[in-house]
């Protein structure tokens, strides 16, 4: 009888170590979701308050509203993004040819 404790013991505690890790890891887990999906609801609200910024600029910039409602069902479909690299080229050039004027 004395043989099983001294063997059970040592069982307990290792199994006991790693319920422990388990249950430390799911709560880690757990926040790290919620974080992830409050970053999501913050990026959600952030997109939809710039598309309502574009359409009341498009708006603006129109001077009649209807003509960018008539234009398409999405005005965001006809926005094109520049490429960096191509806008760091533009850049380089532009302060190139400045320098080459002031020499």
Do not use: H
Not at 10 to 26: E, F, R
């Amino acid at each position: 009888m004395s043989a099983w404790i001294w063997v059970l013991i040592p069982l307990v505690a290792i199994i006991g170590g790693y319920i422990i890790d388990y249950q430390k890891n799911k709560l880690k887990w757990q926040n790290q979701t919620n974080s992830n999906e409050a970053e999501l609801e913050d990026m959600k609200l952030q997109v939809e308050q710039m598309k309502t910024r574009i359409e009341n600029l498009e708006a603006i910039a129109a001077g009649d509203p209807g003509e960018f409602s008539a234009a398409g069902a999405d005005p965001l479909d006809q926005i094109e993004i520049d490429d960096r690299q191509t806008q760091k080229e533009k850049n380089k050039t532009k302060v190139e040819t400045i320098a080459n004027k002031q020499r």
